[in-house]
């Protein structure tokens, strides 16, 4: 369950970063290394960039329970986080959520049995002039989210 010698090479990198006596403030780059490795962050993983990072493993813990973006069980392949703030509930996020729920037949924190896809509910993602707004696997925004639009994504992504 140990972290590949590529991920090793990218935490390295995050590290070089930083002063050398330092090395902890790496903790969010490492563990979306690990988190991209390994689809989420078990003990395990964590415990194992504490390790690389010098780090007391509840330091790591801390992190990655503070920022919605680590998944610390299991996710879909796909996952969804919509923004729900007020900004973008008043321009149509919540209507939007309601739609990806009623289309995956899930609720936020839940995977859709054939574990494609796992609906999360987002903090501010500094768009609200372009919501509703997706993120997909922390990685790329799609914005103006009609339910026309929504729907054409999770097509593309099947």
């Known amino acids: 369950m140990s972290l590949s010698a590529e991920s090793l090479k990218k935490i390295d990198r995050e590290v070089a970063k930083y002063p050398a006596d330092q090395k902890q403030s790496a903790v969010m780059g490492a563990l979306i290394v690990a988190q991209d490795e390994k689809g989420w962050l078990s003990n395990e993983t964590m415990d194992e960039v504490a390790g690389v990072l010098g780090m007391a493993p509840v330091a790591v813990y801390e992190v990655a329970t503070f920022y919605g973006m680590?998944?610390?069980?299991?996710?879909?392949?796909?996952k969804l986080t919509i923004c729900t703030c007020l900004p973008c509930g008043l321009q149509g996020s919540l209507a939007a959520a309601d739609h990806l729920k009623a289309?995956?037949?899930?609720?936020?924190?839940?995977?859709?049995?054939?574990?494609?896809?796992t609906l999360k509910e987002g903090e501010c993602m500094g768009a609200c002039a372009m919501a509703p707004?997706?993120?997909?696997?922390?990685?790329?925004?799609?914005?103006?989210?009609?339910n026309d639009k929504l729907d054409a994504l999770l097509q593309e992504l099947k």
């Open 70 to 78: 680590y998944n610390l069980k299991p996710t879909g392949k796909h």
């Open 103 to 117: 289309k995956l037949g899930i609720e936020f924190g839940e995977t859709t049995p054939d574990g494609r896809f």
């Open 133 to 146: 707004v997706v993120l997909v696997n922390n990685k790329k925004m799609h914005d103006y989210m009609s």
